[in-house]
């Protein structure tokens, strides 16, 4: 045999070669089973079929590739490091949590839901504010993995102003709750507000509470629809005055000033008597009508 020097050389630059290019391992003891020559390429299985098959948690064959390197590492079999969850992506609170919370009887992969109300009945159908059932299954509609709660619901009415401050009960009454089918218009909430309001007898106004109300608060209300362009209430020898000062519930309703009472503030010189003799040459005046703003026919913004 050849034991020169020079080919000892050339057989110790060959194996740092082959290792170099990972055709051949270092010799491992892989738990007692002896010093083996490991080729890079094989499959694990070829030595861990063992392990392989008599995994139970979770159980291996049948379910799992014997592509080990795909869960455990070479430094131990245990633990397995993270798999590719690619069938159920698994981030934020699902990344938390431990295998056996969804993967429960044995292990069945297999078997495992892949929906939100596969794993969260339980919350589904124990939810009572409000009470889900009659509700999609989808919860993705109002929840998302960061958590179960806060919900992501959109109401699908606006909650803005005052509207934000109220209690879910405020609004959905009843003994359960009614979540559905509740009405959307302001007075479908505040017929109490309307009908007992002490300012200017709300039974003559109409129910589009939006015309002198906000969100933000019931009170003050503002100028509502008032025609400023005919008669101004914000500037003019008009500004500021209380609606009560003009128009009076007894008198009709408030539409088009049909209850406006000018001759109940402009007394003295703009007296019934004194405007008659003052109007007596005046076309289509109308003498002794009973109207109380017969003036805003020909003076529809208070003045000349």
């Known amino acids: 045999m050849d034991r020169s020097p020079s080919r000892f050389r050339v057989v110790a630059w060959v194996g740092i070669l082959l290792l170099s290019a990972g055709?051949?391992?270092?010799?491992?003891?892989?738990?007692?089973?002896?010093?083996?020559?490991?080729?890079?390429?094989?499959?694990?299985?070829?030595?861990?079929?063992?392990?392989?098959?008599g995994t139970?948690?979770?159980?291996?064959?049948?379910?799992?590739?014997?592509d080990c390197q795909h869960c455990h590492g070479t430094d131990a079999w245990m633990p397995a490091v993270a798999i590719e969850h690619?069938?159920?992506v698994l981030r934020n609170r699902h990344a938390e949590i431990a295998c056996t919370d969804c993967h429960t009887d044995g292990f069945a992969h297999g078997a495992t839901?892949?929906?939100?109300?596969?794993?969260?009945?339980?919350?589904?159908?124990?939810?009572?504010?409000?009470?889900?059932?009659?509700?999609?299954?989808?919860?993705?509609?109002?929840?998302?993995?960061?958590?179960w709660r806060p919900s992501t619901f959109d109401h699908p009415w606006p909650l803005d102003g005052a509207h934000v401050l109220i209690a879910c009960s405020s609004c959905h009454t009843g003994d359960p709750p009614q979540w559905m089918g509740l009405p959307r218009d302001c007075v479908g909430c505040h017929r109490d507000d309307y009908d007992t309001s002490p300012y200017m007898g709300h039974q003559t106004f109409?129910?589009?509470?939006?015309?002198?109300?906000?969100?933000?608060?019931?009170?003050?209300?503002?100028?509502?629809?008032?025609?400023e362009a005919?008669?101004?209430?914000?500037?003019?020898?008009?500004?500021?005055?209380e609606c009560t000062q003009c128009h009076n519930p007894a008198l009709g309703v408030s539409t088009d000033g049909m209850n406006a009472d000018c001759i109940g503030c402009h007394t003295g010189r703009h007296a019934r008597s004194v405007v008659d003799s003052q109007h007596?040459?005046?076309a289509d005046y109308p003498f002794g009508?009973?109207?109380?703003?017969?003036?805003?026919?020909?003076?529809p913004d208070g003045r000349n």
Not at 36 to 48: F, N, S, T, W
Not at 56 to 66: D, I, S, V, Y
Not at 208 to 225: Q, R
Not at 231 to 238: E, K, N, T
């Open 56 to 66: 139970t948690a979770p159980p291996h064959p049948g379910l799992f590739t014997t």
């Open 280 to 282: 007596r040459e005046v």
């Open 289 to 299: 009508t009973t109207s109380v703003n017969y003036c805003l026919d020909c003076h």
């Open 86 to 88: 690619d069938w159920f």
């Open 230 to 241: 005919d008669f101004p209430i914000s500037r003019g020898p008009h500004e500021g005055i």
């Open 113 to 147: 839901p892949n929906t939100c109300y596969g794993c969260h009945q339980t919350n589904y159908e124990m939810a009572s504010m409000p009470p889900h059932a009659g509700y999609p299954t989808d919860c993705t509609s109002c929840h998302t993995d960061a958590g």
């Open 23 to 53: 055709l051949v391992s270092s010799c491992r003891d892989h738990g007692g089973v002896g010093r083996q020559e490991i080729q890079a390429g094989e499959d694990c299985v070829l030595c861990h079929q063992d392990d392989y098959d």
């Open 206 to 227: 109409p129910t589009t509470c939006a015309d002198c109300h906000t969100t933000s608060a019931w009170t003050p209300a503002l100028e509502g629809a008032h025609p």
